[in-house]
């Protein structure tokens, strides 16, 4: 059974940045996609990175040049890493292990 816990979320203004931490309780990057989502209040989960199996990392339009996932394999994490956050950035965020369906809690982030 996988589980993933999301930290690091929490307030922040602005134009400010912030890293989200995903630590995957096995290590399954290298065979399953892991991706990030997002949800605000009342609009639909949104994906917004993901990388998959093959080493590739797609973003989606909304977040392009603000964010980036790196990961550190050794402590079998993934990050989110957001900068210049808006407003429109306030929400739920996730991750997620694509391939065998696995999700974590979520983690809060309101910018304001």
């Known amino acids: 059974h996988v589980q993933l816990v999301e930290s690091g979320g929490g307030p922040v203004q602005a134009g400010g940045s912030l890293r989200l931490s995903c630590n995957v309780s096995?290590?399954?990057?290298?065979?399953?996609?892991m991706a990030w989502f997002r949800q605000a209040p009342g609009k639909e989960r949104e994906g917004i990175a993901a990388?998959?199996?093959?080493?590739?990392?797609k973003y989606a339009d909304s977040v392009k040049g603000r964010l980036t996932i790196p990961r550190d394999n050794a402590k079998n994490t993934l990050y989110l890493q957001m900068n210049s956050l808006k407003s429109e950035d306030t929400a739920l965020y996730y991750c997620?292990?694509?391939?065998?369906?696995?999700w974590g809690q979520g983690t809060q982030v309101t910018v304001s």
């Open positions: 990388l998959d199996s093959d080493g590739s990392i």
């Open positions: 096995e290590y399954t990057y290298s065979s399953y996609c």
């Open positions: 997620a292990n694509v391939g065998l369906g696995y």
